[in-house]
Every structure is written in structure tokens, then in C-alpha cells.
């Protein structure tokens, strides 16, 4: 060891990770390890007893993040995260009940479940990773896929719509907004926090590469070359227009990210008495 040497045994965060079951599965290049790092660090911020968090997840390669942090956490069938955390919330309201899990996952099979919990109010989080395609299983095509990109079921390029997640979640209801690269991780971190601060439905959608999956086929590169593109076209925007940024993966497109709702309304719960102005 040379003088001034600082030797450090352990990483700040390995208590809040399940040691036994690393080191994880997802890519090189994949943003959903620091995506991971984000929520316990924001989890650590909140002042919430660990104990109090719970963890809930899908499907696909961002589901892995439930078996990754060492909180109470379930890994659900495909879909079915946000109708396991809206039980688990409303018979223990205590609790501060986060989903995080993958686009497709909770916007296709999901995607009915989502926008009800939206509408109603529950309060629980919902961080979305989204990078576009269906990782865990080929890359095929899914609900955010960008028009024009190719994927293992559109190699004609996609002509369906995708879904603009930020203006579905905020015409839905949900009382926070945000939209942030994987780039932008303190961002990224101090969305989430805000996000547990709130009482109702939060939703939080994290730009991520998928250099598999998803950027070999459309000319992006590696993770790293998705994040100079992020660098490079992102504007921030707490104040845009939510029907205009739709997602568009390609040079000399802004890439619009922000704080885009955060306001109040009464939160779900099981008799309606906040709704009903009796609480």
C-alpha cells in the first residue's frame, strides 16, 4: 500500500443490496444497475425506516430489481406489479410501496393496471425503465418502441405509435411526473425521493440503453454511445408541452426530460372518505 492510500472494505451501498445473489445478470451497457443505485440512495434519503419500503416488480430484465435490493420485495407475474403493490398499500398503508419494473411489462400486459391506478389515486411509485424494446426475451417490439426503429419483430422499421409514457401518465392522473436519462442520475435520484415524498400515484420514466437489445439493431452502438446521445439531444423542460415529447431516438432530435407534473389531489383510499372531502 502506498502512502495516502485509502483502503475502503466495502461499497456504502452493499447493506442495501442482496450480496448472496450478486453480481446480477443485466448486460454490459444496461441502465438498470445505476437505475438500482438511484432508488436505495433515494430510499436511504427519505427518512422511511428501511423496513417500511417494499419493492414490487414484473417481468423482464428490470423485474430483477426486486430480488436485488434487500428490502421486502415480490417479483409478480407479468403485468401484475401494480395490482400487488395497490394491495399491498391499501392493507398496510404504512408502508412506501414502489414498482420498478420494465415499458413493456407496464404498459402492455400492465397497461390497463396502470392507468386505473393513475385514475384512482393509489398512492404507491412507479419507476419505469424504459429502453424500448422487450430486453429479457429477443428484443422484439413493444409500447415505447420509436417510430422507424428496427427490432427483432419490426425489421421493416416500426410503424406503430408508440406511447408518449409522460402525457398517459399525467392525463391518467398521477400527482408526479418526471421523465430523466439514465445520464442524469442525480436527477434521476431526487425524482424518486420527491416521488416518496408524494401522497397518490407517482410515475418516473428513466431513459436507459439496451445496447443488446436494442442499439446493435438501430445504429445507437453501446451504452455508452446511447449516453453521448442523450448528452447531446436532451433539453430540459419542466414546463413542456406533454403531447409533443414522444420519444425520437436519433441525431438532431430534442429529447425533452423534466419535472413535468407534481401537484395535489386527494389520494385513493378503500372507503373514499379523502375523495369524498370526509377524512
Given at each position: 500500500?502506498?502512502?495516502?492510500?485509502?483502503?475502503?472494505?466495502?461499497?456504502?451501498?452493499?447493506?442495501?443490496?442482496?450480496?448472496?445473489?450478486?453480481?446480477?445478470?443485466?448486460?454490459?451497457?444496461?441502465?438498470?444497475g445505476?437505475?438500482?443505485?438511484?432508488?436505495?440512495?433515494?430510499?436511504?434519503?427519505?427518512?422511511?425506516?428501511?423496513?417500511?419500503?417494499?419493492c414490487?416488480?414484473?417481468?423482464?430484465?428490470?423485474?430483477?430489481?426486486?430480488?436485488?435490493?434487500?428490502?421486502?420485495?415480490?417479483?409478480?407475474?407479468?403485468?401484475?406489479?401494480?395490482?400487488?403493490?395497490?394491495?399491498?398499500?391499501?392493507?398496510?398503508?404504512?408502508?412506501?410501496?414502489?414498482?420498478?419494473?420494465?415499458?413493456?411489462?407496464?404498459?402492455?400486459?400492465?397497461?390497463?393496471?396502470f392507468?386505473?391506478?393513475?385514475?384512482?389515486?393509489?398512492?404507491?411509485?412507479?419507476?419505469?425503465?424504459?429502453?424500448?424494446?422487450?430486453?429479457?426475451?429477443?428484443?422484439?417490439?413493444?409500447?415505447?418502441?420509436?417510430?422507424?426503429?428496427?427490432?427483432?419483430?419490426?425489421?421493416?422499421?416500426?410503424?406503430?405509435?408508440?406511447f408518449?409514457?409522460?402525457?398517459?401518465?399525467?392525463?391518467?392522473?398521477?400527482?408526479?411526473?418526471?421523465?430523466?436519462?439514465?445520464?442524469?442520475?442525480?436527477?434521476?435520484?431526487?425524482?424518486?425521493?420527491?416521488?416518496?415524498?408524494?401522497?397518490?400515484?407517482?410515475?418516473?420514466?428513466?431513459?436507459?440503453?439496451?445496447?443488446?437489445?436494442?442499439?446493435?439493431?438501430?445504429?445507437?452502438?453501446?451504452?455508452?454511445?446511447?449516453?453521448?446521445?442523450?448528452?447531446k439531444?436532451?433539453?430540459?423542460?419542466?414546463?413542456?408541452?406533454?403531447?409533443?415529447?414522444?420519444?425520437?431516438?436519433?441525431?438532431?432530435?430534442?429529447?425533452?426530460?423534466?419535472?413535468?407534473?407534481?401537484?395535489?389531489?386527494?389520494?385513493?383510499?378503500?372507503?373514499?372518505?379523502?375523495?369524498?372531502?370526509?377524512?
Amino acid at each position: 500500500m502506498t502512502t495516502g492510500e485509502i483502503v475502503v472494505e466495502s461499497h456504502p451501498l452493499d447493506s442495501k443490496f442482496r450480496a448472496d445473489r450478486l453480481p446480477h445478470i443485466w448486460c454490459p451497457g444496461c441502465g438498470i444497475g445505476p437505475t438500482a443505485a438511484c432508488y436505495v440512495r433515494a430510499m436511504e434519503a427519505s427518512c422511511v425506516p428501511l423496513d417500511k419500503h417494499v419493492c414490487v416488480s414484473g417481468i423482464g430484465c428490470t423485474g430483477r430489481v426486486a430480488g436485488y435490493v434487500n428490502i421486502d420485495s415480490f417479483h409478480t407475474t407479468h403485468g401484475r406489479a401494480i395490482p400487488f403493490a395497490t394491495g399491498l398499500k391499501v392493507a398496510n398503508p404504512e408502508l412506501q410501496v414502489t414498482v420498478v419494473s420494465g415499458d413493456g411489462d407496464l404498459f402492455a400486459i400492465g397497461g390497463n393496471h396502470f392507468i386505473h391506478a393513475a385514475r384512482r389515486n393509489i398512492d404507491i411509485n412507479v419507476f419505469c425503465v424504459n429502453n424500448f424494446n422487450y430486453g429479457m426475451t429477443g428484443g422484439q417490439a413493444g409500447p415505447t418502441t420509436p417510430l422507424g426503429a428496427i427490432t427483432t419483430t419490426t425489421p421493416y422499421r416500426n410503424v406503430d405509435q408508440p406511447f408518449n409514457l409522460a402525457h398517459l401518465a399525467a392525463a391518467c392522473g398521477a400527482v408526479f411526473v418526471a421523465r430523466w436519462t439514465i445520464l442524469h442520475v442525480r436527477q434521476v435520484e431526487e425524482a424518486m425521493l420527491r416521488a416518496m415524498q408524494k401522497k397518490g400515484f407517482t410515475f418516473i420514466e428513466i431513459l436507459a440503453p439496451c445496447p443488446v437489445g436494442f442499439g446493435k439493431s438501430n445504429d445507437i452502438g453501446e451504452g455508452l454511445d446511447e449516453m453521448w446521445l442523450y448528452e447531446k439531444e436532451c433539453v430540459v423542460n419542466d414546463r413542456a408541452n406533454l403531447e409533443e415529447i414522444n420519444v425520437r431516438l436519433s441525431k438532431d432530435t430534442e429529447l425533452v426530460v423534466g419535472n413535468f407534473v407534481d401537484i395535489e389531489r386527494p389520494a385513493y383510499t378503500p372507503y373514499g372518505k379523502e375523495v369524498l372531502g370526509e377524512a
